[in-house]
């Protein structure tokens, strides 16, 4: 399906101190910093890589993994969103949620990945990334599904999509190349019916978070 302008796309999205946006060629060397202290944390819920993580992580190959985004943006196939905090005035990039792989017409679905620095993990930066990643995509980004497929012994993945409400759908035996082998993942669904009475993913969210001490 070829767009002027893929629907929903450019957008920044915030909600309390997280904030969501397009990635920019400025984000180089934040982005290399945060992947290269996060090596051990991301590595074994990454695709296997195809070279050191270093290289593959640097600076300069910030510049592919950008233009990739923004082709992906582009043509309406990915939602290719870095992460931030927003604290005293301050930007900092602390993750990265992507909406890819988006098949339109029939389908209007695509999968959700995720990961954040884990110098702020536990405190549901993710959850609300998602929460508001998933009301764009069902709104303005024009889709009526969204998948996240996620290995068994993924806890906090597993916990980030359970406490949102994502119905699990599906068992994927030797699913994706991750860190070295061919792993087992659970796939978790929403489609935008299951959220839309409740004012959307965001509002119930936060109606979870109120209620959690
Ligand atoms: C999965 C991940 C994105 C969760 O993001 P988050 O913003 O920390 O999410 P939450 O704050 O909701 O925490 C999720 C769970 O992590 C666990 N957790 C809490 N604090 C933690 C910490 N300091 N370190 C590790 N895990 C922690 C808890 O079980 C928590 O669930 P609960 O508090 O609701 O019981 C993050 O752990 C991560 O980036 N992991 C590595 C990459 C990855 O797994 N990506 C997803 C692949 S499918």
């Keep these: 399906m070829l767009f002027r302008r893929a629907p929903g796309w450019p957008v920044v999205l915030s909600d309390g101190p997280v904030l969501l946006r397009p990635y920019r060629r400025s984000d180089a060397a934040a982005w290399s910093e945060v992947r290269c202290a996060n090596r051990e944390w991301l590595a074994p819920w990454e695709s296997t890589p195809a070279g050191d993580w270093a290289d593959?992580?640097?600076?300069?190959?910030?510049?592919?993994?950008?233009?990739?985004?923004?082709?992906?943006?582009?043509t309406g196939e990915g939602m290719p969103f870095a992460v931030c905090l927003y604290t005293d005035g301050a930007e900092r990039?602390?993750?990265?949620?992507?909406?890819?792989?988006?098949?339109?017409?029939?389908?209007?679905?695509?999968?959700?990945?995720?990961?954040?620095?884990?110098?702020?993990?536990?405190?549901?930066?993710?959850?609300?990334?998602?929460?508001?990643?998933?009301?764009?995509?069902?709104?303005?980004?024009?889709?009526?599904?969204?998948?996240?497929?996620?290995?068994?012994?993924?806890?906090?993945?597993r916990r980030v999509v359970e406490k949102l409400g994502f119905r699990e759908e599906a068992y994927h035996a030797r699913y994706m190349h991750i860190?070295?082998?061919?792993?087992?993942?659970?796939?978790?669904?929403?489609?935008s019916e299951e959220i839309a009475a409740e004012g959307g993913l965001l509002a119930r969210w936060h109606r979870l978070r109120a209620r959690t001490p």
């Design 56 to 74: 593959l992580n640097s600076p300069a190959t910030f510049r592919w993994v950008h233009r990739d985004q923004r082709r992906s943006a582009r």
């Design 179 to 191: 860190d070295g082998a061919w792993r087992d993942h659970i796939g978790y669904a929403m489609t």
């Design 93 to 157: 990039l602390v993750g990265h949620i992507n909406i890819g792989s988006i098949v339109r017409r029939a389908f209007c679905s695509g999968y959700v990945g995720y990961w954040v620095d884990r110098r702020v993990a536990g405190q549901g930066v993710i959850p609300t990334a998602m929460a508001l990643a998933v009301d764009h995509a069902f709104g303005p980004g024009g889709l009526h599904r969204v998948e996240v497929n996620i290995r068994p012994e993924n806890g906090p993945s």
